[in-house]
Each structure stands twice: as structure tokens, then as C-alpha cells.
């Protein structure tokens, strides 16, 4: 079975930092892209970014560009989306996704980040 | 950057069909997929490549794309179609782009 397993949810106050993980199984990790996508509670879907595994070439939105840190791991088939210092505003269900010439195929079933003092 | 606009809430009656429609420029030269999300869960891909089904997915979702539109049709709609939608597609190779999501209700 193909399936995209993140990390547990995260309690964390503003200014610590924070690494979430998508690990994928069941198919070659490092022949597709994995992105991520924001959803801020009662919110739409945010693109935020995507990784190709199997050289690390990243390209982020905009939006986020300088706000987090997306990288991967093949040898252990995992992704990463990272924060240096989070805020209030990062709240928020983050959720890894797999691209195929499908689109965004396989999801991961999300991490809750909760950020507060 | 490229933007795509929905509906923020469409209704339905069961049995009937649902139209959720998604709007941008040049979008009928796009790929574009949509995705279901129900309250608690992940979004699942339920039409890519502007008119294809994954498997899995029952045949009374179809999708079409001309023009500015795609549109993400419901024939038959069941209670359990219930969600919110998202239309997506790509600016560039690598970047995603999001519509803003549109409740479907099921009256």
C-alpha cells in the first residue's frame, strides 16, 4: 500500500523551533515529488512548497519562501518541514502530499501544529 | 500569481445534480484536479488531468474544463458527497495552486 505517515502532533511556544516528518512507503520515495500544503484552522488549502527527493531540489511558494525550510532524507524515504522560530500564526494542520502526473495522489494524515505561550 | 476563485458554499437536494465551478485566466489550458475533504480527514484526488477519475472514486464525479472554467460535476448526489471541494492546478511544473475551497452541502 502507498502511504505517506507523518509525524504526531506538536505543542510548541513562539520562538521554538520545529521539524515535522512525512515518511513514505510503498513505492520508490525518490521518483516523485512531495509537497506541502497549510490548513489554518477553518481554512482553505495553502500551497507551500515541494521537494524532489532524490536531489533535493526545492522550490517554495512565494508565500512561504523564507518562512520555513523543506528537505528530505532518501535513505530513510522522509521529508521535512521545518521552522526556526515559530509564532501564533503557524497554528495550524500542515499535510504532506505525493505529485504524480495524477496531481497531489497520496496525502499523509497531517500534523496539527499548535503554537502558543 | 496565478489565482483561482470558487464558490464559497453550493447546495444540493439528494438525487440531484451539484455544479461546483472554479475560475481563472486561461484555466481550459490547464491541468487542473479537484479534492474532497470531509470534516477530520486528508483530501482525496477525485478528478485529475481536468476529466479523469482515480480509481476508487464512483463514477458520478466527472470534471470538464473550457475557457476560464473548470467545473467538478455531481450526478446522483449522496449525502455522504458532503464535503468541501478544491480545485487546483499548476502555474509553473512545480508550483500548486489552491481555489479558495467551496462547502457542498447536501439539503
Known amino acids: 500500500e502507498v502511504q505517506l505517515v507523518q509525524s504526531g502532533a506538536e505543542v510548541k511556544k513562539p520562538g521554538e523551533s520545529l521539524k515535522i516528518s512525512c515518511q513514505g512507503s510503498g513505492y520508490s520515495f525518490t521518483s516523485n515529488w512531495i509537497g506541502w500544503v497549510r490548513q489554518m484552522p477553518g481554512k482553505g488549502l495553502e500551497w507551500m512548497g515541494i521537494i524532489y527527493p532524490q536531489d533535493s531540489d526545492i522550490t517554495y511558494s512565494p508565500s512561504f519562501q523564507g518562512q520555513v525550510t523543506i528537505s528530505a532524507d532518501k535513505s530513510i524515504s522522509t521529508a521535512y518541514l521545518q521552522w526556526s522560530s515559530l509564532q501564533a500564526s503557524d497554528t495550524a494542520m500542515y499535510y504532506c502530499?505525493?505529485?504524480?502526473?495524477?496531481?497531489?495522489?497520496?496525502w499523509g494524515q497531517g500534523t496539527t501544529v499548535t503554537v502558543s505561550s | 500569481s496565478y489565482e483561482l476563485t470558487q464558490p464559497p458554499s453550493v447546495s444540493v437536494s439528494p438525487g440531484q445534480t451539484a455544479s461546483i465551478t472554479c475560475s481563472g485566466d486561461?484555466?481550459?489550458?490547464?491541468?487542473t484536479c479537484w479534492y474532497q475533504q470531509k470534516p477530520g480527514q486528508s483530501p482525496v484526488l477525485v478528478v485529475y488531468q481536468k476529466t479523469k477519475r482515480p480509481s476508487g472514486i464512483p463514477d458520478r464525479f466527472s470534471g470538464s474544463n473550457s475557457g476560464n472554467t473548470a467545473t467538478l460535476t455531481i450526478s446522483g448526489t449522496q449525502a455522504m458527497d458532503e464535503a468541501d471541494y478544491y480545485c487546483q492546478a499548476w502555474d509553473t511544473s512545480t508550483h500548486v495552486v489552491f481555489g479558495g475551497g467551496t462547502k457542498l452541502t447536501v439539503l
Open positions: 486561461n484555466l481550459g489550458d490547464k491541468y
Open positions: 502530499a505525493r505529485l504524480s502526473s495524477s496531481g497531489l495522489d497520496v
